[in-house]
């Protein structure tokens, strides 16, 4: 079974500055993809950034990028240049390529608040 | 325009009420999903469709069908509703061999 573990909560961030959110996932399996959603308040569910499981370089995306660290397991999303506007909650996902549904496993996510 | 939209985007009801949610997308994406959010969870699955003829259950089918009506057009109905089905309800689209999932944005249901 798949499992994606996001550890921070909430977490507060000053405009400008860079964040990092932690996300680790738990998989036996060797082929599969990472995803980070953004949500603001308003409620819908926005693709950021993808990385593939044999992806070499790490996905950038704009201001986003992906850490991929493959032998821990863990997928940490960058925000640089922190913006008002980038306050949400933040959700870490996967796809195991071997099911043939296609699900997207979530995390419980984390709120991020950016201060002016 | 958006491209996966959903109706309606807020809807109360009452137990063993029957509701329908529908979705409708102008991506021209083949596949097409129903996922249900609920405080302090992410989203979890509860049908997938890979063409009009094809639909699959998810983790959490219990209590819910789904039609796909046209390649553009998947609903989920709640036979007869409970409160513990109030929940912020998505649905998704994805391209056949395509990785990433488009949600739309979202209906927000309770059940009284």
């Known amino acids: 079974a798949q499992k994606i573990t996001q550890t921070q909560p909430g977490m507060f961030v000053q405009e400008k500055e860079a964040v990092t959110l932690d996300c680790t996932y738990d998989?036996?399996?060797?082929?599969?993809?990472l995803f980070w959603y953004k949500q603001p308040s308003s409620g819908e569910m926005i693709f950021l950034i993808y990385q593939g499981s044999y992806d070499e370089q790490n996905a950038t995306e704009g201001r986003y990028s992906l850490n991929f660290q493959k032998a821990r397991k863990s997928a940490n999303l960058v925000i640089s240049a922190s913006q008002l506007g980038d306050s949400a909650m933040y959700f870490c996902?996967?796809?195991?390529?071997?099911?043939?549904?296609?699900?997207?496993?979530f995390g419980a996510g984390t709120t991020v608040t950016v201060r002016a | 325009d958006a491209d996966v939209t959903q109706t309606p985007r807020n809807r109360i009801t009452k137990t063993g009420k029957r509701i329908m949610l529908e979705c409708s997308q102008t991506k021209g994406h083949d596949r097409m999903y129903w996922y249900r959010q609920d405080p302090g969870l992410g989203l979890r699955l509860i049908y997938y469709s890979f063409d009009v003829k094809d639909i699959n259950k998810g983790e959490i089918s219990d209590g819910y069908s789904v039609s796909r009506q046209a390649q553009a057009k998947f609903s989920l109905s709640l036979e007869s509703a409970i409160p513990n089905q109030t929940a912020l309800y998505f649905c998704?689209?994805?391209?056949?061999?395509?990785?990433?999932?488009?949600f739309g944005p979202g209906t927000r249901l309770t059940v009284l």
């Open positions: 998704a689209t994805s391209d056949s061999g395509a990785d990433t999932q488009y």
């Open positions: 998989t036996s399996d060797q082929s599969y993809g």
């Open positions: 996902a996967m796809r195991d390529y071997r099911s043939n549904d296609y699900k997207l496993s």
